[in-house]
Antibody, heavy 117, light 110 residues
């Protein structure tokens, strides 16, 4: 069965950096695009970034472009999100999701990032 | 990137049908059939309910259906049940930079 397990969340000061990881299993990782989606406390879903199956194509939300970098290591079946210059408004649960037919068909349980001094 | 527009809340009695709208523009909902819908229960990760406007993933009840007209997509839940009470989000591919979600709709079963 498909499993997506995020890790790397925590508390970081404004201006700080953090790298999230997502370990994937149960499907052919190198054949699927992947997304990061976040949800601020008590708020709705916000799409963050997408990476194509081979890492060649990447897209970012305006709110994170230039600060966040999505990447993947197909040899390790792992997705990453490098986040720098973090702001209070980046506080959220970050979900790793698998792309299928332009939608997110499987989601991880999420990892909480808190940006606070 | 502007979020797609959804009503904040929709309610209905058990057995009734309800429809949630999702309004975008010709750059997203109206321009592509890449519209999906997600159900999220409190404290849980979202679950895909509809993809490509009207397709149901395996295991999703046929009480859930999707459609699109112009720049507006819709999710209809027929035969409303207590277990359908949740937040629902629409999502669309957009030609600006990627994907965009709606603001979410809270469904209440009266």
């Amino acid at each position: 069965q498909v499993q997506l397990v995020e890790s790397g969340g925590g508390v970081v000061q404004p201006g700080g950096s953090l790298r999230l990881s997502c370990a994937a299993s149960g499907f052919t990782f190198n054949s699927n695009g992947m997304h990061w989606v976040r949800q601020a406390p008590g708020k709705g879903l916000e799409w963050v970034a997408y990476i194509g199956y081979d890492g060649a194509h990447k897209f970012y939300a305006d709110s994170v472009r230039g600060r966040f970098t999505i990447s993947r290591d197909n040899s390790k079946n792992t997705l990453y999100l490098q986040m720098i210059s973090l702001r209070a408004e980046d506080t959220a649960v970050y979900y790793c999701t698998k792309d299928s037919a332009w939608s997110c068909d499987y989601w991880g349980q999420g990892t909480l990032v808190t940006v606070s001094s | 990137q502007s979020a797609l527009t959804q009503p904040a809340s929709v309610s209905g009695s058990p057995g009734q049908s309800i429809t949630i709208s999702c309004t975008g523009s010709s750059s997203d909902v109206g321009g592509y059939n890449h519209v999906s819908w997600y159900q999220q229960r409190p404290g849980k990760a979202p679950k895909l309910m509809i993809y490509e406007v009207s397709n149901r993933p395996s295991g999703v009840s046929n009480r859930f259906s999707g459609s699109k007209s112009g720049n507006t997509a819709s999710l209809t839940i027929s035969g409303l049940q207590a277990e359908d009470e949740a937040d629902y989000y629409c999502n669309s591919y957009t030609d600006s930079v990627g994907w965009v979600f709606g603001g979410g709709t809270k469904v209440t079963v009266l």
